[in-house]
T-cell receptor
Framework: QVQLQEPGPGLVKPSETLSLTCTVSGDSISRSSHYWGWIRQPPGKGLEWIGSVYFSGSTYYNPSLKSRVTISVDTSDNHFSLSLTSVTAADTAVYFCARHLGNYGPIDVWGKGTTITVSS | QSVLTQPPSVFGAPGQRVTISCAGSGSNIGAGYDVHWYQQLPGTAPKLLISGNSNRPSGVPDRFSGSKSGTSASLAITGLQSEDEADYYC???????????FGGGTKLTVL
């Protein structure tokens, strides 16, 4: 059974960098058919795709966040990471890591999500 | 403003049939990219309900079905049950944005 876990710091100060790591168990991050991504959901709002990474390191980002986002992959440790710089209150959300089948494919496995609040 | 447009809410009585629409454009659904649907129960992560426009993953009841036509897609739920009360999201890919996109979500209330 594939599981994704994305523990987070809970609270991040404005202007700082949010860093999250998603640990994958039950699957190899190097499996060629899968992409690994991040999605967020602000309180009371809908889902927003942040970006995805392939095991080769190729990345795909939401253009509205591209200037502040970096997603990287560590195949030796079977995890992938999100870095979001210069955060503001608008970045307060539940952040989910996920697995999707192909770049345009469905998200078939989700992490439970971690709540990130941006506040001083 | 979401790239994919869904009604904010739909209502139905137990046993009834409801549909949720997902309107896109020529750079996403109309360009031939697949539509996927997710169900999100309160306080939980979304769950894949329909993949590739109309395919049900293992374990999803056949009361749920998806379709796609032109620049739009729909999710239909028959035989409504109280446990279907949730938020539903459509997702596709947009070639203009070079990005995956979600609809704004639809809250289903079972009366």
């Amino acid at each position: 059974q594939v599981q994704l876990q994305e523990p987070g710091p809970g609270l991040v100060k404005p202007s700082e960098t949010l860093s999250l790591t998603c640990t994958v168990s039950g699957d190899s991050i190097s499996r060629s058919s899968h992409y690994w991504g991040w999605i967020r959901q602000p309180p009371g709002k809908g889902l927003e795709w942040i970006g995805s990474v392939y095991f080769s390191g190729s990345t795909y980002y939401n253009p509205s966040l591209k200037s502040r986002v970096t997603i990287s992959v560590d195949t030796s440790d079977n995890h992938f990471s999100l870095s979001l710089t210069s955060v503001t209150a608008a970045d307060t959300a539940v952040y989910f890591c996920a697995r999707h089948l192909g770049n345009y494919g469905p998200i078939d496995v989700w992490g439970k999500g971690t709540t990130i609040t941006v506040s001083s | 403003q979401s790239v994919l447009t869904q009604p904010p809410s739909v209502f139905g009585a137990p046993g009834q049939r409801v549909t949720i629409s997902c309107a896109g454009s020529g750079s996403n659904i109309g360009a031939g990219y697949d539509v996927h649907w997710y169900q999100q129960l309160p306080g939980t992560a979304p769950k894949l309900l329909i993949s590739g426009n109309s395919n049900r993953p293992s374990g999803v009841p056949d009361r749920f079905s998806g379709s796609k036509s032109g620049t739009s897609a729909s999710l239909a739920i028959t035989g409504l049950q109280s446990e279907d009360e949730a938020d539903y999201y459509c997702q596709s890919y947009d070639s203009s944005l070079h990005s995956s996109v979600f609809g704004g979500g639809t809250k289903l209330t079972v009366l």
